[in-house]
């Protein structure tokens, strides 16, 4: 009970016992009667035994909570109470998302503490380092090891990741070894977004200030629903996708080229981890956000020679400026075994990464330009 006050104090959230009744008058400004249920596996459950009519903090976006709430339509209290690095943080602020090195560990002596005892992370309440390697200047502090999206932050998601390369190894070590963490659903300001999975508008925070809504990941009848940002044409989008309609609601947002966040495991389908790829690794784009599967090669030298299969049809020309295959060996800084890779001559290892020229920018053919814009007799993009 303690607990509940200090949280509703903090939050300016009204504590009325709970009951099937309510006074809105009673209620704090800001907040209303609304039916639900007061922690979020109660949320989770539904049971009707334990839903009650109460003054709560309506919203739409996990950004309008404050810290220690997840928004389901109103506010609920998170499954952990972590205490805010400065009074007032917004949902999901400091300590979830404070910056972190994998130098900074809290002891030298111990091989792990680059990511469990992280002197940037506050370790006592079990936040680690989430790093790409251990030269990355954009690390992170979250919680690993998590069970659901209850055990992580408003705007965060429980991810199934590899477990390697990471803040003190920068090598894939192992084949399909993963382990769970809370990501967070907006690429911007921090990295680590992904497809990030959702079932409504309210798990998708806004992504550099764009506001994003939760959509079928091929924008029409997908039961893969992923948070999107809007956009205005695919030159506002990651390359790998594009600026699209969806059948959702109104919006123009930002969706995979791949159209789905998770394919059939073959070479160049989409993926979140090795688990979700057969015989290969799921590896990320050298200059997008696409994640892929590659395919394990027991014939690969520089001179290219490799028994890697064909580039899949649905990464060729047009739909992507992807222009082969290639093999990358193996190598104590990269990869545990050799593997095929799709390849763009610009952009590097990829498979879906698209590179389109804006309005006024030059252009051999129509192809070169974004969504809605043309190659005119000035070989330039134009509407």
């Known amino acids: 009970m303690l607990r509940r006050l200090v949280f509703c104090a903090a939050a300016l959230l009204a504590c009325a016992p709970t009951k099937h009744t309510c006074d809105a008058s009673t209620c704090v400004a800001g907040n209303a009667c609304i039916a639900g249920w007061d922690t979020w596996d109660e949320a989770i459950a539904a049971d009707p035994a334990h839903e009650s009519t109460a003054c709560r903090l309506p919203c739409g976006a996990p950004e309008d909570c404050p810290f220690g709430f997840h928004c389901i339509g109103y506010c609920v209290a998170d499954r952990t109470a972590y205490v805010p690095a400065h009074a007032g943080e917004s949902a999901g602020d400091l300590p979830w998302g404070a910056p972190c090195s994998p130098f900074d560990a809290a002891d030298p002596d111990d091989p792990t503490a680059p990511i469990t005892n992280n002197a940037d992370c506050d370790a006592s309440e079990g936040f680690w380092c989430y790093a790409s390697s251990p030269t990355d200047a954009n690390g992170f502090c979250t919680q690993f090891q998590c069970i659901d999206d209850g055990d992580c932050a408003a705007g965060y998601w429980c991810a199934t990741v590899d477990d390697t390369p990471n803040a003190i190894t920068p090598a894939r070590k192992d084949w399909g070894t993963t382990t769970t963490v809370c990501l967070p659903r907006a690429y911007e300001p921090l990295p680590g977004r992904y497809c990030a999975p959702c079932t409504s508008d309210a798990d998708c925070p806004r992504a550099g200030g764009v506001r994003q809504h939760c959509v079928s990941a091929n924008g029409a009848d997908s039961e893969e629903k992923v948070c999107a940002a809007e956009c205005q044409d695919d030159g506002s989008c990651p390359l790998d996708e594009l600026c699209t309609a969806n059948e959702d609601d109104d919006a123009t947002v930002c969706l995979p080229r791949a159209r789905t966040c998770r394919g059939d495991g073959s070479f160049c389908s989409p993926c979140h981890s090795d688990a979700d790829c057969g015989n290969g690794l799921c590896l990320e784009?050298?200059?997008?956000?696409?994640?892929?599967?590659?395919?394990?090669?027991?014939?690969?030298?520089?001179?290219?020679?490799?028994?890697?299969?064909?580039?899949?049809?649905?990464?060729?020309?047009?739909?992507?400026?992807?222009?082969?295959?290639?093999?990358?060996?193996?190598?104590?800084?990269?990869?545990?075994h050799a593997q095929c890779t799709g390849y763009n001559q610009t952009f590097g290892a990829g498979c879906y990464t698209y590179h389109c020229a804006g309005v006024s920018v030059s252009c051999t053919d129509d192809h070169d330009c974004c969504t809605g814009l043309t190659c005119d007799m000035f070989h330039a993009c134009s509407m």
């Open 285 to 336: 784009a050298d200059s997008s956000t696409e994640h892929f599967c590659s395919v394990q090669t027991t014939v690969c030298n520089p001179q290219g020679a490799s028994d890697c299969p064909a580039l899949p049809a649905a990464v060729q020309s047009p739909l992507t400026t992807t222009s082969s295959v290639t093999c990358l060996p193996p190598s104590d800084e990269s990869l545990p």
